[in-house]
């Protein structure tokens, strides 16, 4: 929150203890009603649904669209249910579908019978759809204009509907069936004479999204083609709705948050949570998984037990085998994952790709292994030990690299989101494995080398 | 890339070893800018060229915008210097500045010298500004009114820009000193009588972008917003520029993938390159930083070397306690890290932020000793082994779930970007301070409760 940010919300505390509704009207005028929620979310519930009262009803509805989901939900148990529905009636079809399915049952029953049966039906539909798919984030406010109109026509209706649709970019040309069959921006009705037909100058190479299209495709077809809105249309060709790229811009923080969550070894919905109990519940499944993997691991080394005992120095090397590996598997695997989420995902590649990341990690196991021998020779005064250590460093940071890359490759192909891989999974695995190898190198060495 | 691409591309293969150029500017018409730039990527070198030989001046401009960076060094090398500079003329300035910012400087010298004056001069301002920042991502094209200005003579304007100037959403309005005073939709343009003035129909709540914000910011400005355009203004409010959402979006994956690299220690530009001794630099530093700390490690342990000889079964969960203190800390630190990026920064609650931390990590700390401790007791027949160990993971995840949290949220208070804090680094501190923590209550354990 900036400085100003600060001196405004004082400001409207007191306004709000005070009585005096000109002084705050003048206030919040000259707020932008993405700013309005942002100090809402500063306040206290009770001086929230007092604030929310001081502006005028299509204000509200964008503050309430622009609120965070906690301050929403608040405002909505506190407002009545008459306020509510009229509040939605000034929104966007995409954003009451958000606020219906974020209400308890009982609550969303009771507005659901408020609606205007027309409108009832048309969320009804809306809500059938996957909220992570592109009918889940299109709106079905859309201009569209028959193909036989002329531009004086489509300037008509534009005006008829321009109140009701914000940000209006491109006017949407059907045919009889209401088939999808060319785009024209609003400006170039302003180009063009009035008695021009649509049909002309529409552009027929339409770029359009399938309504079950999942949203990172979307945002990634958003990404390409550079448009700020893009129409949805169903499986007959039918124009149901439209995209609009600031939903696209929520999509990719969203994104983006769940996959640095998971390679962290939690879940999205942890990021901004305040419950403990939540947030513990979201990351004990992968801690528990890895606490599984190192109960491996001590069985593992109670095996060489023997070994141990015999040569103590290289248990000290343990921490620095298992970490190591852990960090060279979990490069090549977030790196792959990343590369496969920005869209190089061709399969040809695969190959390629594992064969690079051997090279790269042989490159740095040598150069690691260097630094180590190093270290180990001048701090042991064995060089033997060093350039043993030497040859455990390279084939560890290998192994896991291969893996590493290997690994999302594969669940990529078998159609499973390898982000899943690129998490605790890798670490862990590349602890046993790394310790595996140790330990085999280490029962060699003791048994052939020192002896 | 989908069947029917490459099924495009097989035709364009064809198409391109024969000679039937009537045939080819038929395949490309039906193809947008993005598609072909998609294609091009798929073709040699020679072939690169060619096909952009079929192409209108403006479509092959779009295409050169649109290519991967790789693709684009490869033709600007292959055409001549008045084709890059023709080609050049049909792009927005932003796109010309990425261009010219890549050419080798010897190349951009001579394409520098053929650019109209005035022209040149322009591109030489964008070419000073951080790529990070609001100047860096700009483009210098705006269409702006003076505020006396009518109605009439905006649309006016706006036919006389109207093909210079792609996705134009907002007109602009500007005061005699060309100070940016107010913004109008193009839209409303249409909605309003011609002859009213621009002042009286102009938002002059106007939120503009200052030219040196950094671009992460700027992409926060976007997504508060909901804004498809925005102004960019220099110190003294005059409008230089406009920034287009199509732009964010790149913003938003460059910075994910930053993050995401960073997490994994190592740099975006890793992302996508084939050079394997690239990619081995861009891991190295993490790696020998972690190599080093994994070196203490090793110290550490061989200073309790006596306690590791008298109780072996020790050593075996040595990789479970720092595994465990590992996980712990990353999931702390990534988490903090996200909040931080999507724009919780306040700083009155890092405190709470930090107990939440300590909370969670205490609750899954006895989660998984509880887990540990049947372990332990079924496998090693010691109950107070297991109460042991129990003690130790409750500790050490505690110690690590709170330095995970504090260090970035310190770091960013110091201005520091604290994703650093949330890679290997953190990795490493929690595998260092779990060990010491864990061998300290071994030498306890074997010197007091054993014994």
Avoid at 234 to 248: A, E, W
């Amino acid at each position: 929150m900036s400085d100003s940010t600060a001196e405004i919300l004082l400001h409207i505390r007191d306004l709000l203890a005070g009585d005096d509704s000109t002084a705050m009207r003048k206030v919040l005028a000259g707020l932008h009603p993405a700013d309005i929620a942002e100090l809402l979310g500063e306040l206290e519930n009770e001086q929230k649904v007092r604030l929310l009262k001081h502006l005028d009803n299509e204000t509200a509805a964008e503050v309430l669209a622009a609120v965070d989901e906690r301050s929403g939900q608040a405002l909505l148990q506190l407002l009545s249910d008459t306020e509510v529905v009229s509040l939605l009636g000034e929104m966007q079809s995409d954003d009451v579908v958000d606020i219906i399915s974020q209400l308890p049952p009982e609550k969303s029953r009771q507005i659901d019978a408020l609606l205007p049966s027309g409108e009832r039906e048309k969320f009804h539909e809306l809500l059938e759809f996957d909220e992570d798919t592109a009918g889940g984030i299109m709106e079905v406010e859309t201009v569209a204009v028959q193909e036989v109109a002329t531009v004086r026509e489509a300037i008509e209706l534009v005006r008829q509907l321009a109140d009701q649709i914000e940000n209006l970019q491109n006017v949407y040309v059907v045919n009889g069936e209401g088939e999808l069959v060319g785009t024209i921006p609003v400006l170039d009705l302003l180009l063009h004479d009035s008695s021009e037909k649509i049909v002309d100058l529409m552009d027929d190479n339409v770029i359009s999204v399938p309504v079950d299209m999942d949203q990172e495709q979307v945002a990634a077809l958003f990404g390409k083609y550079d448009e700020f809105t893009l129409p949805v249309v169903d499986s007959s060709g039918k124009l149901v709705g439209r995209i609009t790229v600031d939903d696209i811009i929520d999509v990719l923080e969203e994104e983006a948050s769940e996959d640095i969550a998971m390679i962290a070894g939690t879940v999205e919905d942890e990021i901004g949570e305040t419950s403990p109990l939540k947030v513990s519940r979201a990351r004990l499944p992968w801690l528990i998984i890895a606490l599984l993997g190192q109960l491996l691991n001590a069985l593992i080394m109670s095996h060489y037990s023997l070994s141990i005992q015999e040569f103590v120095a290289l248990v000290f090397f343990i921490p620095l085998v298992i970490g190591t590996a852990g960090s060279t598997g979990i490069q090549s695997a977030v790196v792959v994952v990343r590369e496969l989420a920005v869209g190089q995902r061709s399969d040809a590649h695969i190959g390629r790709r594992v064969f690079r990341e051997l090279q790269v990690t042989l490159l740095n196991g040598m150069i690691l292994g260097l630094i180590l021998f190093v270290a180990v020779s001048v701090w042991r005064h064995e060089i033997t030990l060093g350039l043993f250590m030497w040859i455990v460093l390279m084939s560890v940071t290998i192994v896991a690299g291969f893996m590493g890359a290997a690994i999302p490759l594969v669940l990529s192909r078998l159609k499973v989101d390898p982000v899943i891989a690129a998490g605790p999974f890798i670490t862990v695995l590349s602890d046993i494995i790394g310790l595996l190898i140790y330990m085999s190198y280490v029962t060699y060495y003791v048994s052939n080398i020192r002896s």
